[in-house]
């Protein structure tokens, strides 16, 4: 079992900067992947971003590169999402997500598990 706790989003100004974070307990060994998914109200769940177990293999949408940066930090357990020159557009509930094989399936969703309960990002205009 993998238990995962998102934290840091808020309510900022466009171009502003927030962080977040996902710090994961339990069978943290066992996890190869993680990622950040996010989903804006009426619409679907969108891949974020993703990273694999030593911090150096990274995915990102388009839509953010450039502007997030995902990192991972092994022995704090912890998995990073810097966001910066933020956008409305990138208002929503930020998920992170695990998984135990080394692959992020484009980003999709498909194979992660341990979903957190979520952080609320707001971007105003």
């Known amino acids: 079992q993998v238990q995962l706790v998102e934290s840091g989003g808020g309510l900022v100004q466009a171009g502003e900067s927030l962080r977040l974070s996902c710090a994961a307990s339990g069978r943290t060994a066992s996890i190869y992947r993680m990622a950040w998914f996010r989903q804006a109200p009426g619409k679907e769940r969108e891949g974020v971003s993703c990273?694999?177990?030593?911090?150096?293999?990274?995915e990102y949408r388009e839509s953010v590169k450039g502007r997030f940066t995902i990192s991972r930090d092994r022995p704090k357990n912890t998995v990073y999402l810097q966001m910066n020159s933020l956008k409305p557009e990138d208002t929503g509930v930020y998920y992170c997500a695990r998984r135990f094989e080394d692959i992020c399936a484009g980003l999709t969703g498909a194979g992660f598990g341990s979903w957190g309960q979520g952080t609320q990002v707001t971007i105003s205009s």
């Open positions: 990273v694999g177990k030593s911090d150096g293999t990274k």
